[in-house]
Nanobody, 126 residues
Framework: QVQLVESGGGSVLAGGSLRLSCAAS????????MGWFRQAPGKEREWVGN???????NYADSVRGRFAISRDDAKSTLYLQMNSLKPEDTAIYYC????????????????????WGQGTQVTVSS
C-alpha cells in the first residue's frame, strides 16, 4: 500500500521560508513524475510544480523563482523549499504522484494523479 505523508507545514511571516517534505512508503518505483499541488480556502486545487526522475523541474508561474522542488530517491522523499512566502501562498499543500514518467511543463492536470498525500497546512501572515 503506497502512502505519501507530508510534513513541515506551519505558520510563517511574509518573506519567510518553509520546507515541506513528502515521505513515500510502500513505493519503490521512483521513475514517475512527482510534485506538489495546493488548495487555498474557497479555491480549487492548483498545481505548484513537479519533478521527473532526472530531477528536471517545472513550476507554475505564481511560484517560479521562489519555490524549488527536489527529490532524494534513496530516502523516498520529495521536498518543496518555499522562499519569499506571500500571504497568497496560504493553502493546504499536497504531495502527488503521476501515472506517467513524463512531467508536464506548463500545466499539470489533477486527472493524471494516482496518489495523494493527506496535505499539510501552510499559513503566511503579513
Amino acid at each position: 500500500q503506497v502512502q505519501l505523508v507530508e510534513s513541515g507545514g506551519g505558520s510563517v511571516l511574509a518573506g519567510g521560508s518553509l520546507r515541506l517534505s513528502c515521505a513515500a512508503s510502500g513505493y519503490t518505483d521512483s521513475t514517475y513524475c512527482m510534485g506538489w499541488f495546493r488548495q487555498a480556502p474557497g479555491k480549487e486545487r492548483e498545481w505548484v510544480g513537479n519533478i521527473d526522475k532526472d530531477s528536471v523541474t517545472n513550476y507554475a508561474d505564481s511560484v517560479r523563482g521562489r519555490f524549488a522542488i527536489s527529490r532524494d530517491d534513496a530516502k523516498s522523499t520529495l521536498y518543496l523549499q518555499m522562499n519569499s512566502l506571500k500571504p497568497e501562498d496560504t493553502a493546504i499543500y499536497y504531495c502527488a504522484v503521476d501515472s506517467r514518467t513524463y512531467c508536464p511543463r506548463t500545466y499539470w492536470s489533477q486527472l493524471r494523479i494516482t496518489k495523494w498525500g493527506q496535505g499539510t497546512q501552510v499559513t503566511v501572515s503579513s
